[in-house]
């Protein structure tokens, strides 16, 4: 597995990396047989260390964790102990997933866009319609089964996720709802 170990603005240690490479391997390799590589990325915030920590599973999916800790240690261990957690709230499925699954998940490329907020009380009645772009980006749209979308979308941590449908070949998507299920639009 290959790992990309960095800090923002913070220097990182050849001891600390040594520490992230050996238990974040070890956790890993209990539940997926064949990851990729890991990004670590150490951070400040106020008085507290956070560390990010982002795998990739050679079929696609990826899994994510965030810890806050007063010391850098003890927010890498949190951020591994979080991974843990999800990865074994997994396993079953991402076994499963890996022995129906020969070839790695199929990526197709697709623009995103961040748009303007409109919070400005001074005008009215804008111009135009047209909101204002304010960045745009290159995204992957993964070829997805609906039960590995909710689980690659859990295992991110994000509340939404938009991937073409396996099944029907269509775009589809699973979000979070309020009152804690999970909810799939399937048009």
């Given at each position: 597995?290959?790992?990309?170990?960095?800090?923002?603005q913070i220097?990182?240690?050849e001891?600390?990396?040594?520490?992230?490479?050996?238990?974040?391997?070890?956790?890993?390799?209990?539940?997926?047989?064949?990851?990729?590589?890991?990004?670590?990325?150490?951070?400040?915030?106020?008085?507290?260390?956070?560390?990010?920590?982002?795998?990739?599973?050679?079929?696609?999916?990826?899994?994510?964790a965030?810890?806050?800790?007063?010391?850098?240690?003890?927010?890498?261990?949190?951020c591994?102990?979080?991974?843990?957690?999800?990865l074994?709230?997994?396993?079953?499925?991402?076994?499963?997933?890996?022995?129906?699954?020969?070839?790695?998940?199929?990526?197709?490329?697709?623009?995103?866009?961040?748009?303007?907020?409109?919070?400005?009380d001074?005008e009215?009645?804008?111009?135009?319609?047209?909101?204002?772009?304010?960045?745009?980006?290159?995204?992957?749209?993964?070829?997805?089964?609906?039960?590995?979308?909710?689980?690659?979308?859990?295992?991110a941590?994000?509340?939404?996720?938009?991937?073409?449908?396996e099944?029907?070949?269509?775009?589809?998507?699973?979000?979070?709802?309020e009152?804690?299920?999970i909810?799939?639009?399937?048009?």
């Open positions: 597995m290959r790992y990309q170990i960095s800090g923002k220097d990182i240690g001891a600390l990396q040594t520490h992230v490479q050996t238990e974040l391997g070890e956790t890993v390799a209990k539940y997926a047989q064949r990851p990729t590589d890991a990004n670590v990325v150490f951070s400040r915030s106020a008085h507290e260390y956070v560390c990010e920590a982002t795998v990739h599973l050679s079929t696609g999916l990826t899994a994510q965030k810890a806050h800790a007063t010391e850098i240690y003890a927010a890498f261990e949190a591994v102990e979080k991974m843990d957690k999800q074994r709230r997994y396993k079953r499925r991402l076994k499963d997933h890996h022995k129906d699954r020969s070839e790695p998940v199929e990526l197709l490329g697709a623009s995103s866009y961040i748009l303007a907020s409109d919070e400005s001074a009215p009645e804008p111009d135009s319609l047209q909101p204002m772009i304010v960045a745009e980006m290159e995204t992957q749209i993964p070829s997805l089964s609906v039960g590995e979308a909710v689980m690659q979308m859990e295992l941590g994000a509340p939404v996720l938009v991937f073409r449908n099944g029907k070949n269509g775009l589809n998507v699973v979000y979070r709802r009152d804690g299920n909810g799939w639009i399937d048009p």
